[in-house]
């Protein structure tokens, strides 16, 4: 039996369990790996190699010594003899490698790192013609119906990455065409590139579609996957929902798919471990060929810089761990700008669950595409609220290529009343970042942020949850939110369930509608309509809505004659982190 355990970097259950300490081979339990890791060219030993097992750059069961030396215990895990462990050697300015091992006592397993500048392989992976199997293409190849595709791109899928209370994360498409639509969803292991299985359906305009890898039994466990959608025959948007843990170890996190990308991508803000919050950055190949990624580092207070280059292969994805990352410095909050030479989506995990934390939390973000000078919108940002405490704190890059100061304004809710807020700001170097609170009294607000090119991202955090989203500049009449839930649950008389309010910010617009499809059999259950100021924020809870249903789950569309935004928040006060955000995905052009 091969045994792939791979644990994320937010896993308690896991990370509890090792021995996390350089130690000698002479202490080797029944069940042991123990080696030297060297540089392949000069021979000598690499100390502070991070080595994880299964999926790299997740978590590092342990660190090479000042000798190059290593021991993982395996007895901890309950491992048995003859199974199959798969090791991986990570390091800065190496080539990160695997090596595979049969492990029946105290095995010695020594590895040799290549020094960055090799180009990757290309080559395709082997056909079978058996149809899928892991490390295989298809052939043949799925039946694609005749007409125009469309693709969207996941840069991180996981199957119960982990363990089974390990990260799982099923996904949500929704057809923003006018007419039915033919999915294939392609799923490609992050260790080798490998394609390793395909899945499809048939969606209906405006409807959604849903894919759980925890329940394809044709994925494997504890495993991490880069995922392109084709849809043949309507444009389709997605949303990923990742969720490890039980219980007050829950931790809940959201992104978006990303159906172009960008050759370059900001991060407004990336954690190496800064008050115990790690940002590791997941960078998908959206083009056609094998690309260079180039990330450049500023970090918030501007004295420090650093430059870190990975490789990808066309619909694959690189990572990047601040943790393994010598350029970075331990402790530092940095802004990041990622360029390429083919287009790129970048997706960034936040998290502050290292072992011993108390109150696990963490959410996604997708980078930021932004050219030109325009106004940025965040339609949440809160201040000691919900009896909790949510207070957002807002850090803002300047995309541009000039210092500029940004004109930033909070506005309240609306039926609050009140007026705008000048927000104290200043000025920001090119690639830089600055991190603000809300200066206002405590309540809920919308934020502009104006006066030049910027990328922003919002929190809002307690001291047992946290939600992250970015700023856009991508107003539009008519917005597609794929997953809206009222009171989503498979267990009602303990659990309060996923009810996820709309958050609607005008941009020019004076009124809007909703429309909520039922997931169950598509049908259009109601339309309501909204009244909007501009700038201003109005809040949509499921919960409150005339003629849904608890327990149910809607595709939303929201249109409106004049430009929006909108985001989603997603909450379930079952306990642990179980708050999410993910934003609405605009129609650019008829």
């Known amino acids: 039996m091969f045994r792939r355990i791979s644990s994320a970097v937010a896993s308690l259950t896991l990370a509890a369990a090792f021995s996390l300490t350089a130690t000698s081979p002479a202490q080797a339990a029944a069940l042991s790996i123990s080696g030297k890791v060297t540089d392949a060219s000069t021979k000598s030993a690499i100390s502070g190699v991070c080595i994880t097992v299964g999926v790299p750059g997740q978590f590092c069961w342990t660190t090479t010594s000042a000798t190059g030396d290593f021991f993982i215990d395996l007895a901890a895990q309950s491992a048995q003899p003859g199974q199959q462990w798969e090791l991986f050697f990570i390091k800065g300015g190496y080539t990160t490698t695997s090596q595979k091992i049969t492990v029946n006592g105290a095995e010695t397993m020594d590895a040799q790192l290549v020094p960055n500048g090799q180009p990757i392989s290309t080559a395709p992976p082997p056909s079978c013609n058996n149809g899928f199997v892991p490390g295989c293409s298809l052939n043949p190849p799925p039946t694609t119906p005749p007409g125009p595709t469309f693709t969207v791109y996941l840069p991180n899928i996981t199957r119960t990455l982990g363990g089974p209370s390990g990260w799982h994360t099923p996904f949500i498409v929704q057809n923003i065409g006018t007419t039915s639509t033919s999915l294939t969803l392609d799923f490609f292991r992050f260790s080798d590139g490998a394609k390793v299985a395909s899945h499809g359906g048939v969606v209906q305009p405006g409807r959604s579609f849903v894919d759980s890898p925890r329940d394809e039994a044709d994925l494997p466990d504890n495993t991490q996957f880069s995922v392109v959608i084709t849809s043949a025959g309507a444009p389709v948007v997605a949303v990923v929902n990742e969720h490890q843990g039980p219980g007050a170890g829950n931790e809940a996190l959201s992104y978006s798919g990303v159906s172009s990308g960008a050759t370059t991508v900001y991060l407004p803000l990336v954690s190496d471990m800064a008050s115990g919050w790690l940002t590791t950055m997941i960078m998908q190949n959206v083009g056609t060929t094998a690309t260079t990624i180039t990330a450049s580092f500023v970090s918030l207070d501007g004295s420090k810089t650093a430059t870190i280059t990975k490789m990808a292969d066309a619909g694959r994805s690189a990572f990047i761990d601040p943790r393994v990352e010598a350029a970075l410095v331990a402790g530092t909050e940095y802004s990041a700008t990622v360029t390429a030479t083919q287009p790129i989506a970048v997706v960034a995990n936040n998290h502050n669950d290292l072992p011993g934390t108390v109150a696990p939390r963490g959410d996604s973000y997708n980078g930021v595409v932004v050219s030109t000078p325009s106004t940025a919108y965040l339609p949440y940002i809160t201040k000691n609220t919900d009896g909790v405490g949510r207070t957002s704190r807002v850090i803002v890059q300047n995309a541009g290529s000039t210092s500029i100061t940004p004109t930033l304004t909070l506005y309240p809710f609306s039926g609050v009343g009140g007026v705008p807020i000048p927000q104290t700001s200043q000025s920001v170097a090119p690639g830089g970042s600055f991190a603000f609170t809300p200066q206002a009294p405590d309540g809920e607000y919308s934020l502009t942020i104006s006066g030049g090119t910027f990328a922003a991202v919002a929190t809002a955090t307690t001291g047992s949850t946290a939600m992250y989203y970015t700023s856009t500049t991508q107003t539009a009449g008519k917005i597609f939110l794929p997953n809206v839930t009222r009171k989503l649950t498979q267990n009602p008389a303990a659990d309060p369930g996923w009810n996820t309010p709309i958050l609607v910010q005008s941009a020019t617009a004076t009124a809007a509608t909703l429309k909520w499809f039922r997931f169950s059999d598509g049908s259009l259950v109601t339309t309501q309509t909204l009244t ?57 052009t008829p």
Do not use: C, H
């Not at 849904?548 to 982190?577: F, K, M, R």
């Open 532 to 588: 909007l100021s501009p700038n201003v924020t109005v809040r949509v809870d499921p919960a409150t809505v005339t003629g849904l249903s608890d327990n149910s789950q809607y595709a939303v569309v929201l249109e409106s004659p004049d430009t929006v935004v909108a985001i989603v928040t997603e909450l379930n006060l079952v306990g642990g982190d179980d708050a999410m955000i993910y934003k609405g995905f605009p129609v650019l």
